[in-house]
């Protein structure tokens, strides 16, 4: 089904939900599409189109989000070393999570940390995962392309 | 009480299915449940809070039309409605409770400096939290 924005399956939504919940719940987790596509019933063609369309963006770079909003989220609410927080949120490198979230958010962990510390006062009020998702990168873009378009941004005068 | 907000609504994709899951898994209770036609009010209430009626309206005519009626289906499918939150006494005890009912949970409890959340959703996709405040 092509469908405009309307025009998915409330029933297939429905199930690429509970896709999307499974990797809110356990971002850390390896999630292969056919993973994915086994819990929303479909195949795997069909779920990588289909979460696309439904969410805006495929299914890695929403997990992508989801382990850079929970990486800030210990960065900013935890004391535990870069190292520890880069392997809980389901990196096998500190390097490769180092550069990703400097890539997604434009600064390092460890700015974001002391960044996040300063305002932390101001959202006390809030439901701690509401505040949290409000934080989550706009990952409109794949991670490379943000990549180029940020090294064209340098190199322009 | 005497005033304030005495109906807030859900969109919910089958009343039936709805009204099963919100009276025998959640533990409300109907509270009003009129048919005009097509169109049905149904509203539940939690039976420790009178003065507040959860609503569980379908999407369609002649409140929307078709059009309006599928997007808003659409919407509710994949959790783009506002966030809910239950408060309970005992969150875990809760979740037990509930996921032995087939509730389906989207989060664990979690401890969050000493109150405990987790998360749940709807057969439709609305999303709850389920909140256990600091005592």
């Given at each position: 089904?092509?469908?405009?924005?309307?025009?998915?399956?409330?029933?297939?939504?429905?199930?690429?939900?509970?896709?999307?919940d499974r990797?809110?719940a356990?971002?850390?987790e390896?999630?292969p599409?056919r993973?994915?596509?086994?819990v929303?019933?479909v195949?795997?063609a069909h779920?990588?189109?289909?979460?696309?369309?439904?969410f805006?963006?495929?299914?890695?770079?929403?997990?992508?989000t989801?382990?850079?909003e929970?990486?800030?989220?210990l960065?900013?609410d935890?004391?535990l070393?870069?190292?520890?927080?880069?392997f809980?949120?389901?990196?096998?490198?500190?390097g490769?999570f180092g550069r990703i979230f400097?890539?997604?958010?434009?600064?390092?962990?460890?700015?974001i940390?002391?960044?996040?510390?300063?305002?932390?006062?101001?959202?006390?009020p809030?439901p701690?995962?509401h505040?949290?998702a409000?934080?989550r990168?706009?990952?409109?873009?794949?991670v490379s392309?943000?990549?180029?378009?940020?090294?064209r941004?340098?190199?322009?005068? | 009480?005497?005033?304030g907000?005495?109906?807030?609504g859900?969109?919910?994709?089958?009343?039936?299915?709805a009204?099963?899951f919100?009276?025998?898994k959640l533990?409300f209770r109907?509270?009003?449940?009129?048919k005009?036609?097509d169109?049905r009010?149904l509203?539940?209430?939690?039976?420790?809070q009178?003065?507040?009626q959860?609503?569980l309206f379908?999407?369609g005519?002649?409140?929307l039309?078709?059009?309006?009626?599928?997007?808003?289906?659409?919407?509710?499918a994949?959790g783009?409605m506002?966030?809910?939150?239950?408060v309970?006494?005992?969150?875990?005890?809760?979740?037990?409770?509930?996921?032995?009912?087939?509730?389906?949970?989207?989060?664990?409890?979690?401890?969050r400096?000493?109150?405990?959340?987790?998360g749940?959703?709807?057969?439709?996709?609305?999303?709850?939290?389920?909140?256990q405040?600091r005592?």
């Open positions: 089904m092509s469908g405009g924005i309307t025009g998915q399956d409330p029933e297939l939504l429905r199930r690429l939900l509970r896709a999307k990797m809110d356990a971002s850390h390896h999630w599409v993973r994915l596509a086994r929303s019933r195949s795997e779920f990588a189109r289909s979460f696309r369309q439904a805006g963006v495929p299914p890695h770079r929403y997990l992508l989801r382990r850079i929970r990486a800030s989220a960065l900013r935890t004391d070393p870069i190292t520890e927080i880069a809980q949120t389901g990196w096998g490198s500190l490769t400097r890539d997604v958010t434009g600064d390092s962990p460890g700015a940390r002391a960044r996040a510390r300063a305002t932390a006062q101001e959202l006390a809030v701690t995962c505040v949290s409000a934080q990168p706009d990952l409109t873009i794949a392309e943000k990549r180029r378009r940020v090294a941004r340098y190199k322009s005068p | 009480m005497t005033q907000v005495q109906v807030a859900l969109y919910v994709r089958d009343q039936d299915e009204l099963a919100y009276v025998e533990g109907v509270h009003t449940d009129v005009n036609g169109f009010w509203t539940v209430q939690h039976p420790e009178p003065s507040f959860l609503g379908v999407p005519p002649p409140v039309d078709a059009a309006t009626a599928q997007t808003v289906r659409a919407l509710v994949k783009a506002p966030p809910l939150v239950l309970v006494d005992d969150c875990r005890a809760a979740c037990e409770r509930m996921r032995a009912r087939g509730v389906e949970f989207t989060q664990e409890p979690v401890d400096y000493g109150t405990v959340d987790a749940f959703r709807d057969p439709s996709g609305n999303g709850w939290k389920m909140l405040a005592r």
